[in-house]
């Protein structure tokens, strides 16, 4: 793999806008090199006549054509260089202060835990057992929150320590090819003298941060194992090293999913053959053992579940495609599945079901040699049912990707009780998953239904199981509904304020979506409500189709470069965002059948069951493109803020000094204060001064950096923002030029 590929790869998301300019540096030696090209090629021809290869290579050399573009190419190179060197020097500084502001506090924090819990067994000790157990389980859980406290910090140093150790790289394999490729007469030495010392310099500085990062982690590690792990540093070791770990993808498993892709399109193919010649029919009540009768709800629902399934699989592989960080909203720590594990397990359910249905296909229809012999082929669907619960409820945590249900049943913990104790966003994200599975959940709801009916009277049901006719089909949907409306009350008590806020909006956004679907389940009870359902469903559903766009996508902002859109955009192209904010609109039209399960009765539909599977395969593709841009625009938030974790919570208040800065709200870059506990770093420290200090004297000083008393995340940025799209211009401007030089030299 080439190094610019390994360098990209190695880029920490978020702050991808700090990093070497690998690609414009290449792209600025592109000129030099096909130069020496043709010089390599004149001498080829001119194997064993020198004289004229000279003569042709210094008439080459003399053209002025030549000399100009490699000269302005040469010293915009060295002018990309400084600017890079800046912008890295800024964000060391600033980020390695942060650090050690952050490991005092918690070091603070681990002194302030211990005289708590001194305090705590003093009190007891002394026979004041008043509130002793409500004072043990609030230590207990702030112990809890300041243990995965230092795993963050944990973290944060291991992203600061591959930032540097990326760039040193990048700085060494650029300087080289400029020595290789770069021809000796164009270069101005007096300019690249200066140049080569600062980089040489912050190489130098580079080479020394990651042993720092190296003696920090231990440091860390013991904290965390002293503290939270003594009985069992093994098990501690053990998770620590998980955050350190590459998870290498075997090259047998893209043979292995594309046979499966291959079976799976067999045997698509044949159902779809099948129901051409008149089977599986789901309006053909002449077979008393027709599949699409009313068994065919219970399929459907394990088919949507799939679907689902597989969508999040082609969620996840586009965030990791476009290196969109969704790990911190979504709160994995040190366990995530890959793309490839999670395509694995939804291809052995899709097998499973593909073959199952093709079987009881077969057998309910009698068709040869497959006739209708045995009626336990009726229990398949349940079969099904109870593999698939079974593999989200197994018990045990150490097989069939146990640390991912624990992962799972804290969000859906936090979904139902936890917002209350502490609100977080990834819960109201879990309840806009079960919106959209409405129409499976209901199938669920038929299948218990269908199956407890056979059990109690030996015979299929009545059409009573059918959720139309039921009061769970609307519960299915209200209930997640009354649940949001909670979360945003839950957040509005934390902000302290409701109205003319984007909580209160959103309350009663959600409000109104809870209304629609009451009043469709009254709908069947009085034709009056069918009509009140129709002004409800149309400005519900152009009312989130706005809110989706403007406030969860963070669509039409002010200033924006790229038109209806934002600035900051995770994905490549402004036409995927166009695609999805136009598709939406009509996915949003469908999405107000899913919550309004009875009103597709009133449509005059022939086919209702089908039509009811092609609503929810719409929904689950809302739900596909509504993840989709949910994680980026969090990603783009995060990316804004330069935040790679989770936040930082410090749980045990201090006595003294109840409120201090992490990180202060000035900084000056040339004059990096130094405080007691930066003593032992004082060498690194004198480093970072003087590789400032010599910018400073240089013609570099006139940068957005290096003025005094500027909020150093923000500024860094917003200068790292303008440097990138200058010199994506500039990428661009060079590689036209080049094609213009090329074809003039021909």
């Given amino acids: 793999m080439k190094f610019a590929k390994l360098f990209l790869n190695a880029m920490i998301p978020e702050w991808i806008k700090l990093y070497l300019n690998y690609k414009l540096l290449k792209t600025q030696l592109s ?9 390599k090629l004149l001498k080829s021809k001119y194997k064993t006549k020198k004289k004229y ?3 042709e290579k210094q008439k080459l050399l003399e053209n002025e054509l030549v000399s100009t573009k490699i000269k302005e190419d040469l010293r915009g190179f060295c002018d990309t260089i400084k600017d890079d060197l800046i912008k890295i020097q800024s964000f060391l500084i600033w980020k390695y202060q942060d650090i050690q502001k952050k490991n005092n506090k918690l070091q603070e924090q681990i002194k302030l835990m211990k005289k708590q819990l001194e305090f705590i067994k003093l009190k007891q000790y002394m026979g004041d057992e008043t509130d002793f157990k409500k004072q043990m389980q609030d230590f207990k859980e702030k112990q809890y929150i300041l243990k995965q406290t230092i795993y963050q910090f944990y973290i944060e140093i291991l992203q600061y320590k591959s930032f540097v150790t990326s760039n040193h790289l990048g700085l060494i394999k650029i300087l080289k090819k400029y020595k290789k490729w770069s021809i000796t007469q164009f270069r101005d030495k007096q ?53 350190q770990q590459q998870k290498s993808v075997k090259g047998e498993i893209l043979f292995k999913f594309g046979l499966f892709i291959g079976f799976a399109l067999v045997l698509l193919t044949f159902i779809f053959l099948l129901r051409i010649e008149g089977y599986i029919d789901p309006d053909n009540n002449q077979n008393q053992h027709s599949i699409f009768q009313k068994m065919f709800p219970c399929f459907r629902g394990l088919a949507l579940f799939i679907i689902y399934y597989w969508y999040l699989a082609l969620d996840l592989w586009g965030w990791t495609h476009f290196r969109i960080n969704y790990k911190i909203y979504l709160g994995f720590n040190h366990h995530f599945s890959t793309v490839e594990e999670v395509f694995k397990r939804v291809s052995y359910f899709s097998a499973m079901f593909l073959l199952s249905f093709v079987f009881y296909s077969l057998q309910a229809e009698n068709i040869d040699p497959f006739s209708y012999r045995d009626s336990y082929t009726k229990y398949i669907p349940l079969v099904l049912w109870c593999i698939l619960l079974l593999y989200i409820f197994f018990p045990f945590t150490t097989i069939l990707n146990g640390p991912g249900r624990v992962w799972l049943y804290k969000i859906l913990a936090g979904a139902i009780y936890g917002h209350f104790i502490k609100y977080e966003s990834r819960f109201t994200f879990c309840l806009d998953q079960f919106i959209s599975m409405a129409i499976p959940l209901r199938d669920l709801d038929y299948t218990i239904c269908y199956y407890k009916t056979i059990w109690q009277t030996g015979e299929i049901h009545d ?53 629609v679907a009451v009043l469709s389940f009254l709908a069947n009870k009085h034709y ?20 989706d766009l403007k406030k969860d996508w963070l669509f039409f902002e002010k200033g924006s470069n790229v038109r209806f859109l934002r600035n900051d955009l995770g994905y490549n192209h402004p036409c995927i965002y166009y695609f999805i904010g136009i598709s939406n609109f009509f996915l949003r039209l469908t999405w107000i059948l899913t919550v309004s399960p009875n009103m597709y009765l009133y449509l005059n539909i022939t086919n209702k069951e089908l039509f009811i599977f092609v609503i929810g395969f719409l929904e689950m593709t809302r739900r596909l493109i509504n993840n989709f841009i949910k994680i980026e625009k969090e990603y783009i938030t995060n990316l804004r803020s330069l935040k790679t974790t989770r936040e930082i919570v410090y749980p045990f208040a201090n006595q003294d ?13 040339s004059g990096l204060y130094l405080n007691e506990q930066d003593k032992s770093d004082e060498d690194l420290i004198q480093l970072f001064r003087a590789t400032t200090n010599m910018l400073e004297k240089s013609d570099l000083n006139k940068s957005d950096y290096l003025f005094q008393g500027f909020q150093p995340d923000m500024e860094i940025l917003e200068r790292a923002k303008k440097q990138e799209k200058f010199q994506e211009s500039q990428i661009r401007k060079i590689k036209q030029e080049n094609k213009n030089f090329r074809a003039q030299l021909i």
């Avoid at 469903?537 to 189709?545: E, N």
Wanted: aromatic share 16%; proline share 3%.
């Fill in 528 to 547: 009056v409500y069918r009509i009140i359902w129709i002004p409800f469903a149309a400005f519900c559903s152009l009312f989130q189709y706005w809110w």
């Fill in 31 to 39: 000129s030099s090199v096909y130069i020496k090209k043709k010089i």
């Fill in 463 to 515: 059409n009573e199981c059918f959720s139309s006719n039921r009061l769970t089909g609307a519960l299915i949907a209200i209930i997640p509904f009354s649940m949001k409306t909670i979360h945003y009350l839950t957040r509005a008590r934390d902000k302290g304020k409701f109205w003319h806020t984007d909580e209160m909006w959103n309350f009663f956004k959600t409000l109104l979506a809870t209304w």
């Fill in 657 to 669: 000094k109840s409120n201090f800065q992490v990180i202060p709200d000035r900084l000056t870059l």
């Fill in 53 to 55: 290869y000279k003569q």
């Fill in 191 to 243: 300019f690249e003298s200066l140049v080569l010392s600062e980089v040489m310099n912050e190489i130098m500085i580079l080479k020394k941060v990651p042993d720092k990062c190296s003696q920090l982690l231990n440091i860390t590690e013991r904290l965390l194992l002293n503290n939270f792990y003594a009985l069992n540093p093994k098990k501690g070791r053990y998770n620590l090293r998980k955050y």
